[in-house]
């Protein structure tokens, strides 16, 4: 793939010589005194029959006898052949010719043509191994078999192959290590094994080496770069990228003063950047991208005056980059995008005047951009996201004549967006999101591009005014992503009636009146919809029925009113219906039972009425059914057992009425909530509830429900949270229920005859209520009594215990202790119980097996999430430990901590956008999961578990990796939470085993089952679990996978099909529209997430090595005339 043009010119071209027209003949009988006649028909009638109906008739000896043929023979005139003046074949090329077959086969035989030089059977269909015979043929110095399907290793050179100068191999299946001497042959000028499956390392290189290029490209090669590379002084062309080669470079490169290509992309290469390179004179595209390369960009790099191309994205790069850089006037490509980048942009780029790509995104660059960039007239590509820049944007930046992509999104950019980009007539993508621009859009834009604005993603400003009707004037507009500002007025029909579109994002916005124009027909492009949090009124056009593309229709949050449409029920795809908090009003149509393929379906806070329809509930492919807040009435249908998938169920706040369903009880992996509070319903608590061992929220408050408790509940071990208050329950508690009333005794609060007592002692039945009451009376009484005697003295000693209680908290260990602190300076316990209102439900965000989490604002702008665990558990000691001593940011840091009697709290940053489950599985992300947000959170999820595995002395294993557990913050970068079962592991404790199986369901790694030994890679495991359910959106178990199959299982089986398309069916619908690179990306992280959930924990990678492969899929598919013809 690499060097192609070099290639083309170093071996000979194509000879086509004129077809003699004969007779057709299966085969051909060359006269006995032509020897190379004979040779090449030997090599004819050793290929199959359909390989020489191709070569036929122009490989026919009878017929080329017959007077067209040269004086030299006929074999002459067969195609391909090139002879000398002696009439010898000194070249064949059959290069694409359609030849298939075993190369052993055929191929040696042409090693008897004594004066055959070029021998060039490339981009064929030729199979099986290299013939070592064919490496050794004696006369031929160029042999040329790219791009067939060649398999196994690569025969070692013989005595023969001493004449060979061009030797390329690439685009085949080869496997196993290079052989020693292929280096070593003394001829050999080029050198191309690219593309294929060679490990190993490079070998080494003779004294006097003779290489011009040397391509080992797309390979799988490993180790360190052996210094004998640096013997090959004439080394032009030298390709090195997407292997694992690893350790620094050496520093060779002053031996080499011709080298002009320079490729070291996608590898493990480490420390700084050799100071030679800085000596290639005639250097013009050095690729060092994706790498571990450290320090600041050097010096030198504005040295090389012939520089087109310069790759230095996806290292650790640091501070600045350097004012030399405008030295490069030649530059055409400059990336330095993921890395660690500060300072401002230098205003000498604006020299780089033949510059058509500047990529800048994603580093920490600041203060504005530098007007003279706007001198860089032929620039089509400028992506500055992800950094912090400010003030305006350059005036002529907005109408540089070539722009095709403009991406500024998530800085601190302001003002407005000129008329003049409307004059930019090759525009292609506006990417300004999360910025602070004002103003209107220009109405214009995108009516004067010549082909069409594909993608605008305004998301985020304060931009007011109209939608600009001609978006999609040049019919190729796909992208809309236009929420969180002020939009106002209706939505164009020109929009509506864009085909091209297919996601669709103009929520929270101040969009109004009816939402579609009256002569609105079908529109089938449209697919992701959603136009949540605006005025809309009216009512719910019945045509959208007719979209029969959507999978996600959003609109909830306006103002919609009448009936839902039972034309919905036509969408067959749809898999996310989202119409609550609107004035609905009526039935529920039973029709929404035929939308097959929907998962989610909410209807919540609207004024529905009616009953439930069956078919919805039946929905195989339900996962979460939201109701709540309506006039519901009758009974909830008993029909949940054919509903396996279901993961949510919200049905409070009806009017529903009559016993609680038994089949509820078949929901076994309903996980999320089951919330059928503040209704009507009556009679037991089923018993049939304690198979809901995954569920972790319950809520049955508010009903009539009457009876004990059912014992079986106690089997629901995954609860956190429960409501059973004011019903008219009675008895004891479940005996697993106690922790939890003891935890939030609030949650059993109206029910008189309920006993919570934590010993589990029989409950008294004849106290009267007035005695209790009296009983009350006296000990408030002597409560209030005794705790204004001891006010005086604690408000005496309360500064000196408060200021000791945080010097001595550094210096005791946390258990065994009643109290507890170490805090901020300014911040105490009470600060924290005024924070969440002594505990309040309503500042609770999360819940988990170790503790419940809030959310507290102790001032405007200073958020934290505070965490309580109950220290029976004995997890806080070793959670604070690990939280303390991590520093990395993606894992949750955190801010303090304290301990109050058997609770500990711990107190870290605030995380606003949740978990990537609730992310993923929320289907409302603040921002759209293209491939550089899922890129985003998988490369920092790996980062953050890497340096716990390995950079941390001692190593922390996390044991519990899940979406849950990890947390997104405002710029969804996600941060690595909940240690309460990780374990520090020791030198000592390489071999450490466990007690007991630790982790999730669906997440653990199969040794859990047979093996307590603990080791890193059961964590690399689950973050290949959490890497299929990003690619996916599918829980890691599923009722649809099939009884025991998990994502692992499921998504295996569906790769033996080795279909392209049955395999991106299996992934998030979002990707089917994603560009053709970017689909491949996704098969590469599908590649790797398959890798870390092998069976055998020693074949899974290290987070390493993870890390490493993430950062070489970003950017790895570029095409062949953008990496070599810039």
């Keep these: ?79 391909g052949v090139t002879c000398s003046a002696a009439g010898e074949v000194a070249a064949l090329n059959l290069s694409g010719a359609g030849l298939s077959g075993e190369l052993a086969a055929s191929a040696p035989r042409l090693c008897a043509l004594p004066a055959l030089a070029t021998l060039d059977l490339s981009f064929n269909g030729f199979t099986g191994a290299v013939p070592a015979a064919l490496a050794a043929c004696s006369a031929v110095d160029t042999l040329v078999l790219a791009s067939n399907a060649l398999s196994g290793e690569i025969p070692a050179p013989s005595a023969g ?16 290590a290079i052989p020693p001497g292929l280096a070593a042959l003394p001829e050999l000028l080029l050198l191309d094994l690219s593309t294929n499956k060679l490990t190993g390392p490079v070998p080494d290189f003779p004294e006097h080496c003779a290489l011009q290029i040397l391509n080992v490209d797309w390979n799988q090669i490993a180790g360190e770069l052996p210094r ?61 991208s994706d790498n571990r390369f450290t320090g600041p960009v050097p010096e030198w790099i504005g040295k090389f005056q012939s520089l087109t191309m310069l790759w230095m994205h996806g290292n650790r790069f640091t501070g600045s980059i ?30 780089c005047q033949e510059l058509t790509r500047l990529e800048l995104h994603n580093n920490s660059l600041s203060g504005v951009i530098p007007p003279e960039i706007t001198q860089l007239t032929k620039l089509q590509v400028l992506s500055l996201f992800g950094n912090k820049l400010h003030g305006h944007v350059p005036a002529a930046l907005w109408q540089l004549p070539y722009m095709e992509e403009l991406a500024l999104a998530y800085n601190n950019l302001t003002g407005e967006v000129p008329a003049e980009i409307t004059l930019v007539r090759n525009l292609r993508e506006l990417i300004l999101a999360y910025n602070n621009f004002t103003g209107e859009i220009p109405q214009k834009l995108g009516l004067n591009t010549t082909q069409g604005i594909q993608r605008v993603d305004l998301t985020g400003n304060h931009f007011h005014g109209a939608i600009p009707p001609g978006l999609c004037s040049g019919g190729r507009l796909a992208v809309l992503d236009i929420g969180h500002n002020q939009f106002t007025g209706v939505i164009p029909s020109e929009i509506f009636k864009c085909q091209s579109l297919w996601r669709v994002r103009l929520g929270n916005n101040l969009f109004s009146g009816s939402l579609l124009p009256s002569d609105l027909g079908t529109n089938t492009g449209w697919s992701f919809v959603e136009l949540s949090g605006n005025l809309f009124e009216g009512r719910i056009p019945s045509v959208f029925g007719s979209w029969r593309n959507l999978t996600v229709l959003d609109l909830s949050s306006n103002k919609f009113s009448g009936p839902i449409p039972h034309e919905l029920g036509a969408l067959s795809i749809l898999g996310n219906l989202n119409l609550s908090s609107n004035m609905l009003s009526g039935p529920i149509p039973h029709e929404l039972g035929n939308c097959k393929s929907l998962f989610s379906l909410d209807l919540q806070h609207n004024l529905l009425n009616g009953s439930i329809p069956p078919e919805i509930i039946t929905l195989a492919s339900l996962q979460n059914l939201l109701l709540s807040g ?87 071990v995954a609860l956190t949270f429960v409501n059973v208050s004011f019903n008219e329950l009675s008895g004891q508690l479940p005996a697993g229920w106690v922790k939890l009333a003891e935890r939030s005794p609030e949650g059993f609060l109206g029910n008189p005859k309920l006993c919570i007592q934590s010993d589990n002692a029989p409950c008294s039945r004849d106290k009267s209520a007035e005695h209790i009451r009296k009983n009350t009376k006296i000990i ?42 170490e805090l901020p300076e300014d911040l105490t316990y009470d600060d924290i119980l005024r924070a969440t209102d002594n505990w309040s439900e309503k500042y609770v965000i999360g819940r988990g097996r170790h503790g419940t989490v809030y959310r507290t604002e102790f001032a405007p702008g200073r958020q934290w999430a505070v965490k309580t665990v109950d220290l029976s558990q004995f997890k806080f000691p070793v959670e604070m430990k690990i939280l303390n001593m991590v520093k990395h940011r993606n894992v949750v840091k955190m801010e303090g901590y304290c301990i109050r009697g058997n609770f500990g709290i711990i107190l870290s940053e605030y995380m606003p956008q949740g978990t990537l489950f609730e992310l993923l599985h929320g289907r409302k992300p603040q921002v ?67 007690s007991v199986v630790v982790g999730t369901l669906g997440y653990m790694a199969p040794e859990h089952g047979y093996n307590t030994r603990l080791t890193e890679k059961s964590d690399v495991y689950s973050y290949g679990v959490v890497l299929l359910e990003l690619l996916c959106r599918k829980m890691p178990v599923d009722p649809a996978f099939g009884d025991g199959v998990d994502i692992v299982a499921w998504m295996t089986s569906k790769l033996k099909s080795a279909d392209h398309c049955s395999v991106m069916n299996c992934l998030d619908e979002e990707i089917m529209y994603w560009p053709g690179d970017e689909q491949a990306k996704a098969l590469d992280m599908l590649d790797l997430a398959l ?19 993430l950062m070489r899929i970003e950017d790895e598919y570029i095409t062949n005339e953008e990496m070599f013809s810039v």
């Design 1 to 79: 793939m690499s060097g192609v043009s070099s290639l083309t010119l170093l071996i000979l071209p194509l000879l086509v010589l004129a077809a003699i027209t004969i007779p057709p003949a299966n085969s051909a009988t060359p006269p006995a005194s032509n020897t190379s006649s004979d040779i090449l028909l030997s090599f004819l009638a050793a290929l199959p029959p359909a390989s020489q109906r191709l070569l036929l008739p122009s490989w026919n000896a009878s017929a080329s006898n017959g007077g067209n043929s040269s004086a030299a023979g006929p074999h002459c005139a067969f195609l």
């Design 161 to 176: 192959s001493s004449a060979l100068q061009y030797l390329d191999l690439r685009n085949n299946s080869l496997s196993g």
């Design 228 to 288: 004998s590379l640096g013997n090959c002084g004439n080394l032009t062309n030298l390709y090195l990228s997407n292997n694992k080669i690893s350790g620094p470079v050496p520093d060779f490169f002053a031996s080499m003063p011709g080298l002009q290509k320079l490729f070291l992309s996608n590898n493990s290469f480490t420390g700084e950047l050799p100071v030679s390179i800085g000596d290639l004179a005639n250097l013009e595209k050095l690729m060092v």
């Design 322 to 351: 350097p004012a030399a850089i405008g030295n490069l006037v030649n530059l055409q490509w400059f990336t330095i995008k993921d890395n660690s980048i500060t300072g401002t942009i230098p205003p000498e780029l604006g020299k």
């Design 630 to 716: 309506n006039k519901l009435t009758g009974k909830i249908p008993d029909v949940f057992a054919g509903t396996q998938r279901l993961l949510e169920l919200q049905l409070g706040g009806n009017s529903l009425e009559g016993p609680i369903p038994d089949s509820l009880g078949k929901l076994q992996f309903i996980s999320k909530i089951l919330n059928i509070s503040n209704n009507r319903l009556s009679n037991k608590i089923p018993s049939s509830l304690g198979n809901l061992q995954m569920l972790e929220m319950l809520d049955l408050s508010k009903n009539s429900l009457s009876g004990p408790i059912p014992s079986q509940l106690s089997s629901m």
């Design 780 to 821: 408030v009484a002597l409560l209030v009594s005794a705790l204004a005697i001891m006010a005086a003295g604690l408000f005496v000693v309360h500064y000196m215990v408060k200021r000791s209680r945080r010097l001595l908290a550094k210096h005791v260990s946390v258990r065994g202790l009643d109290t507890t602190e």
């Design 928 to 994: 759209a999961l293209d491939w550089n947000v899922r890129h985003q959170i998988a490369l920092g999820t790996a980062q953050g578990l890497s340096y716990l595995h390995h950079d941390c002395v001692p190593m922390i294993v996390h044991r519990d990796v899940k979406s849950s557990n990890i947390l997104m913050d405002a710029d969804l970068v996600p941060k690595i939470t909940d240690f309460g079962m990780g374990k520090i592991v020791d030198d000592d404790d390489a071999d450490a085993t466990v």
């Design 1091 to 1109: 890798s870390c959930t092998q069976v055998a924990f020693q074949s899974r990678p290290s987070m390493r090595e993870v890390v490493s492969t």
